[in-house]
């Protein structure tokens, strides 16, 4: 059985639900164009959920009812009232939850569920998944949890994070592109796929390397896709070691005229005397802005980047 946490298509009453409008409001709204929707063969009509989030946003209507969590979910409810009334930490528990008791339903089910009500996907990144991946780092230092719970998590993180960009789907392309690779030896690869989910939303075309990308390959890719930006996102390392990769990095990248990007814990290391390399964004918040206000014609150190 389908329960609401899985669902990536909405009934007419869903919708209703959502927005507290009645079912013949939402079907004129569908007859009008102004909510897409596509009709069943019985002419039941069905809404993907990502039509729906784009009719929020354009209307500005925030969702005001839930929808419902089947029996079976012990935090239904909560999850109910926290995603409406926007309570992170809640949040934050039920995504430790799901992440670290197997017999939850999964990650992606959640995101979805919030992607539903509107969350928008930097305050997933940032407000639910972030501090819920910090607690089971800090849980595993405290010898609380195995590295077999915080592989298993890291790996649901990762796969919900990918399904879900499935269901968000593209904007249209903007004629923008990106690399994104951590540097040297890192393993810790999320904030990098968050940041590489948030440009593809925004029609990035992103060439993702992920972890362990060996320098020269690294460089060659930044020379031949000649990408608007090089994002890096680095967590862990010995800082020398990081600080010479990074060097030829952004050699490569001033030789296509790209801006460097670094973000994750040890961005602040990163600072360079000079080149191209921006480290005052550290959050998918931050990420988005500097992306909606990207302009490549102005780049340089600073260039085009909005300061929050
Ligand atoms: C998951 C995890 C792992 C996983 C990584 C799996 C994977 N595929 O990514 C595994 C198990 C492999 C791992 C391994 C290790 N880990 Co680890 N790990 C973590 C953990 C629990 C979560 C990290 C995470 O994914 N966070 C979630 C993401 C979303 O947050 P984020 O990375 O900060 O990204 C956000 C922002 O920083 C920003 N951002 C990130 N990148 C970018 C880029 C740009 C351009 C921008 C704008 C923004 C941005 O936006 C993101 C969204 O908010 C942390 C705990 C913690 N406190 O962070 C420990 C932690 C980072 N790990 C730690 C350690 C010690 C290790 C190991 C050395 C353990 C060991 N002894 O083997 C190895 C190192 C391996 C290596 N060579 O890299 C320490 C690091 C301490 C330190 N700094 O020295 C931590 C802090 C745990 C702890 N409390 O001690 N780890």
Redesign the pocket.
Same mark, same amino acid.
């Given at each position: 059985m389908t329960s609401s946490l899985q669902k990536t298509i909405l009934s007419t009453s869903d919708v209703a639900r959502l927005f507290n409008v009645t079912e013949t409001t939402v079907k004129r709204w569908a007859d009008e164009g102004t909510l897409k929707c596509q009709k069943t063969p019985g002419g039941h009509r069905k809404f993907e959920i990502r039509n729906v989030v784009e009719f929020a946003e354009q209307n500005q209507f925030d969702p005001v009812g839930a929808l419902e969590i089947p029996g079976g979910e012990d935090l239904g409810s909560k999850i109910q009232v926290a995603v409406l009334g926007r309570e992170f930490p809640v949040l934050v528990s039920a995504y430790l939850r799901k992440a670290l008791v197997q017999e939850e339903s999964g990650l992606f089910p959640f995101l979805s569920y919030l992607y539903q009500h509107c969350i928008q996907l930097w305050e997933m #990144? =940032?407000l639910v998944?972030?501090p819920a991946? #910090?607690e089971? *780092?800090?849980r595993?230092?405290r010898g609380e949890i195995g590295?077999d719970d &915080? %592989?298993r998590a +890291?790996y649901e993180t @990762?796969e919900a994070l990918a399904m879900l960009q499935l269901q968000i789907g593209m904007k249209s392309r903007c004629g923008h592109s990106v690399v994104c690779a951590t540097l040297g =030896? &890192?393993? %810790? &690869?999320?904030? @990098?796929r968050? !940041?590489n989910y948030l440009f593809e939303s925004q029609g990035w075309e992103s060439r993702y390397l992920g972890s362990r990308v060996p320098s020269e390959a690294m460089n060659a890719a930044i020379v031949h896709w000649k990408p608007d930006i090089v994002? @890096? +996102?680095s967590?862990?390392g010995a800082p020398a070691d990081r600080q010479k990769q990074l060097r030829s990095i952004v050699d490569a990248a001033g030789s296509v005229g790209a801006v460097v990007? !670094? *973000?994750? !814990?040890l961005a602040d290391s990163l600072k360079m005397d000079e080149g191209v390399i921006e480290t005052a %964004?550290?959050? +998918?918040r =931050?990420?988005l802005c500097f992306i909606q206000g990207f302009d490549r014609t102005k780049s340089g150190p600073g260039g085009g980047i909005p300061r929050t």
């Amino acid at each position: 059985m389908t329960s609401s946490l899985q669902k990536t298509i909405l009934s007419t009453s869903d919708v209703a639900r959502l927005f507290n409008v009645t079912e013949t409001t939402v079907k004129r709204w569908a007859d009008e164009g102004t909510l897409k929707c596509q009709k069943t063969p019985g002419g039941h009509r069905k809404f993907e959920i990502r039509n729906v989030v784009e009719f929020a946003e354009q209307n500005q209507f925030d969702p005001v009812g839930a929808l419902e969590i089947p029996g079976g979910e012990d935090l239904g409810s909560k999850i109910q009232v926290a995603v409406l009334g926007r309570e992170f930490p809640v949040l934050v528990s039920a995504y430790l939850r799901k992440a670290l008791v197997q017999e939850e339903s999964g990650l992606f089910p959640f995101l979805s569920y919030l992607y539903q009500h509107c969350i928008q996907l930097w305050e997933m #990144h =940032d407000l639910v998944i972030r501090p819920a991946l #910090h607690e089971i *780092g800090e849980r595993w230092s405290r010898g609380e949890i195995g590295v077999d719970d &915080e %592989h298993r998590a +890291s790996y649901e993180t @990762l796969e919900a994070l990918a399904m879900l960009q499935l269901q968000i789907g593209m904007k249209s392309r903007c004629g923008h592109s990106v690399v994104c690779a951590t540097l040297g =030896d &890192e393993l %810790h &690869e999320i904030g @990098l796929r968050c !940041a590489n989910y948030l440009f593809e939303s925004q029609g990035w075309e992103s060439r993702y390397l992920g972890s362990r990308v060996p320098s020269e390959a690294m460089n060659a890719a930044i020379v031949h896709w000649k990408p608007d930006i090089v994002c @890096l +996102s680095s967590t862990y390392g010995a800082p020398a070691d990081r600080q010479k990769q990074l060097r030829s990095i952004v050699d490569a990248a001033g030789s296509v005229g790209a801006v460097v990007l !670094a *973000g994750g !814990a040890l961005a602040d290391s990163l600072k360079m005397d000079e080149g191209v390399i921006e480290t005052a %964004h550290n959050s +998918s918040r =931050d990420l988005l802005c500097f992306i909606q206000g990207f302009d490549r014609t102005k780049s340089g150190p600073g260039g085009g980047i909005p300061r929050t």
